[in-house]
């Protein structure tokens, strides 16, 4: 889980891959190096830290070297120091490479290469594919790599460089993301497209276990046996604006507002019927499979399996099918009773999370149907899966997710109204509710944005609480687990997501003043219900902050402090009742001074295990 950049042109390196890893630090941030070819030497710079210490680094060693590479680590082998930082150089200087990915035969490969007489500088497991050129190296920097990543298990996107052949980069990914970017007299190299934006928006997407050779004059592909590969280069149509904080203090709280537009380009136009059709209709999935489909199993890691739990109660209300929400990591390794009649749907906005992808590929050669529902464009899940419904969120940078989060909700609904329809079990006029409601979701988002005030005051009036419990029912269960998650992530702060109902079975031994209890209030059957929930709380001297519409007159008299949210029917409103709960986190953070967009120990993409 790391980031890496490239470029080779006219100008110095150093000027693209600094701003470049800049953009990258989403993906890592706890060491940052980078090596140019210069003068007929490699010349590489490493610092433990963030980009800063790096770049202060590089302030007094000016590089002018127009050929070079850089990395933004997340340590996975090796704490994060300067030795274990990359690029990684081999014994006599002539190679440096950055590596995104995990080597899981790095142990066996490291014995016998310190064997052969190898000397190692770090603890990485990426240090070994470094050697591995340098053993295989003729003369030819392509083939060494090729050569040496056929001894190589598990994942990689690595780039490597070498003094012999000071015009080029050498570039491999298998399992890990990769883009090359065109242009003029100039390649670059990135993980991920807003590295490279300024400079250029034709982009190639290596596909798994391809490999580039980037020169001043192009790029060739070819795959790692060796073959030519061609490919048309794709155009990009994100502008630099969208990934950039567009004058929000951080990109989370920019990301937070941007949920009405964002969850407008999901629905992508009219919420009627034959839309609706029309847009599962092309995804991938042939609609006669979708019809069929006996059983769902949503598979998913973290904020996406919380959507993936609000998609069980919508598929299962909707559309009567058993549904099933998995959490990736635990997916992978069981023994899922799979077939063509049972659909997957792996949820996920980067695309790139290991044990969701780990589980899509588990789920395909069992031979059930995948639909990806998916924020990036063109990542590892949506081309390993049949079928892709895109959320269109548009980037997101902040490590805590929101606006993916809400279109991967509304993504859901759709789905479920869709599947609903198509067997028909979802008569004209609920579906014409539902509908109604997803169409009205920017309108209600831009209403439960309008509160942020009252949800800063609240911020202030219960910081000082030992620990949170943010309770739900139905629908607003898995709006509880997301509220604690953000809260935990951002202002590190001990909350737990729970059952209302489940309260009594435990936890209420916990509540005192110290103890502030979240209650995400739902409509229908379950609302009376947490009424008596929060009064069990309060009665034992608990304090309670109430999401819930302004004029539930119970949900007031009951609760410290409302957070007022527009009321909606039910099955849309973990969508907006999830608005103050990320505010509230948000504000929770700043005011506990903490690094908003940057978490401690956490990364946006977890593309390892
Ligand atoms: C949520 O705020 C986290 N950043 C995290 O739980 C995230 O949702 C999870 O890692 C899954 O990522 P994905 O959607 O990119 O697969």
Known sequence: MCGIIGYVGPRPAIEVILPGLRRLEYRGYDSAGVAVLEGGELQYDRAPGRLSVLEGLLAGRPREGTVGVGHTRWATHGEPTEANAHPHLDCTGRFALVHNGIIENHAVLKDRLVREGHRFGSYTDTEVIVHL???????????ALRAALDEVEGSFAVAVLCRDEPDRIVAARRNSPLIVGLGDGAQYLASDVPAILPYTRKVLYLEEEEMATLTREGVALRRLDGTAVHRTPTTVDWDMEAAEKGGYPH??????????????????????????????????????????????????????????????????????????????????????????????????????????????RRAREAGAPVLAVCNVLGSSVPRASEGVFYTHAGPEIGVASTKAYTTQLVAMTLLATYLGLQRGTLDRQRAGRVLRAVGGLPGALREALAADAMVQECARRFQDSRTFFYIGRRYNLPTAFEGALKIKEIAYLHAEGYGAGEMKHGPIALVDPGLTAVAVFSEGATHDKMRSNVEEIRARGGRVVAVAPADDAEAARVADFVLPVPRVDEVVSPVVNVVPLQLLAYHMAVLGGRDVDRPRNLAKSVTVE
């Open 133 to 143: 050129v340098e053993s295989s190296y003729r003369g030819d920097l392509e083939a």
């Open 251 to 360: 990109f989370m709280l920019k990301e937070i507002h941007e949920q009405p537009e964002a969850v407008r380009a999901t629905i992508g136009g009219k919420t009627d019927r034959s839309r609706l059709r029309r847009l599962f209709g092309g995804l991938g999935i042939e609609a006669e499979t979708l019809q069929h489909v006996e059983r769902v199993v949503v598979v998913a890691c973290g904020t996406a399996w919380h959507a993936g739990l609000v998609g069980k109660c919508a598929i299962e209300d909707l559309a009567g099918i058993p549904t099933q929400c998995e959490i990736a990591s635990e997916f992978r390794y069981g023994a899922p009773v799979l077939g063509r009649d049972t659909l997957v749907v792996a949820v996920t906005q980067s695309g790139e999370t290991a044990d969701t992808l780990a589980g899509v």
